[in-house]
Each structure stands twice: as structure tokens, then as C-alpha cells.
């Protein structure tokens, strides 16, 4: 039986984040801000309203510069693959860089840096999942669902890259 999923908007620094929980309040989905407003949902259930209040809150830390470490229940869907290089990615430190080359050997996978790349932009839940600190091999920045430049300010907020001007958010 498929749960009831419950959404919620965050204005940001980076612009409007849609949130969505499941009846248990645990995160299943981020939309970036050039995704398509979602549907409105029911009125959640107390879990949920703490799972997307806590989901805010933790947010709103990140993007002040006082979160690193997200520690929120996650519901991500996708496959297998997909949930071993999203484990992957949530073993990258803030403020660090990767390559999907080097997900893919740290997997095991010889040849590999195509298929995480694939699963890396089927990631649901971006930033706190985050997929924004996987780039080329080259140290280039490489696609992400919320454009490049939002990617490059999310890694400027963590210092993994210097600033640029102009600055997407101070």
C-alpha cells in the first residue's frame, strides 16, 4: 500500500524548494527550484509536519553555514544501484569534491563512472543527498538537475570551490 505523500515549500537562498514526506515525516523528495511546482497535498499527519518542519529547519541551517551533516529519516526511491551510490554520496564530507569515476571504483565497478552518473541524476532528494559534490574527473563542474550555477554556489557555500562573482547567494 503506497503511503500518503504530504508537500511543503521552503524559500531559500538558492529560491523555492519543494519538500515532500511521506505520512511518517520521512524526506522522499526535494524539487530544486527549476522543477515544476508540485501538487498540494492533504493535510499531513503530526509526523509528517515534523518531518517537513524538521526537513525546513535543517535547511535553513545548511544554506546559513551552520549545518554540515544532515540527520533527517530518508525514504529515497530508486533502484539497488541507485541506493548504493546515494549511500556513496551521503559518505562524501562537506566541503569535499568526487568524481564519479571515484564512486565507481570505491563500488567496485570498473568502467562505471557512466552508470553513477546516471544514478547521481536520479538522486530525489539533492542536497542533502549531495549529488552537487560529484564533478568530473577534470575538477569540472558537471551537470546537476538544478543547473550549474546553483551547483557551484551550494560548493562555494562548503568551500569546496573558490568564489565566483557574482555569487548566486551571499
Excluded at 556513496?88 to 570505491?106: F, N
Excluded at 575538477?139 to 546553483?150: D, F, I, Q, V
Aim: aromatic share 6%; charged share 20%; proline share 9%.
Amino acid at each position: 500500500m503506497k503511503s500518503t505523500l504530504f508537500r511543503s515549500t521552503l524559500e531559500t537562498p538558492v529560491g523555492f524548494l519543494q519538500l515532500t514526506v511521506d505520512g511518517d515525516g520521512r524526506l522522499i523528495e526535494i524539487l530544486l527550484p527549476n522543477r515544476e511546482p508540485a501538487a498540494a497535498s492533504a493535510k499531513p499527519s503530526s509526523e509528517a509536519q515534523r518531518g517537513i518542519r524538521e526537513a525546513g529547519d535543517q535547511l535553513r541551517e545548511y544554506f546559513l553555514g551552520k549545518r554540515r551533516v544532515f540527520d533527517l529519516p530518508l525514504e529515497p526511491a530508486g533502484t539497488p544501484f541507485e541506493q548504493e551510490v546515494w549511500a556513496a554520496l551521503l559518505a562524501v564530507p562537506y566541503g569535499v569534491t568526487t568524481s564519479y569515476g571515484a564512486i565507481a571504483k570505491a563500488l567496485g565497478l570498473i568502467n562505471g563512472a557512466r552508470a553513477v552518473g546516471r544514478a547521481n541524476g536520479a538522486n530525489p532528494i539533492p542536497i542533502v543527498i549531495p549529488c552537487h559534490r560529484v564533478i568530473g574527473s577534470d575538477g569540472s563542474l558537471t551537470g546537476y538537475g538544478g543547473g550549474l550555477p546553483l551547483k557551484r554556489a551550494l560548493l562555494e557555500l562548503e568551500g569546496a570551490i573558490p568564489p565566483q562573482e557574482p555569487r548566486l547567494f551571499a
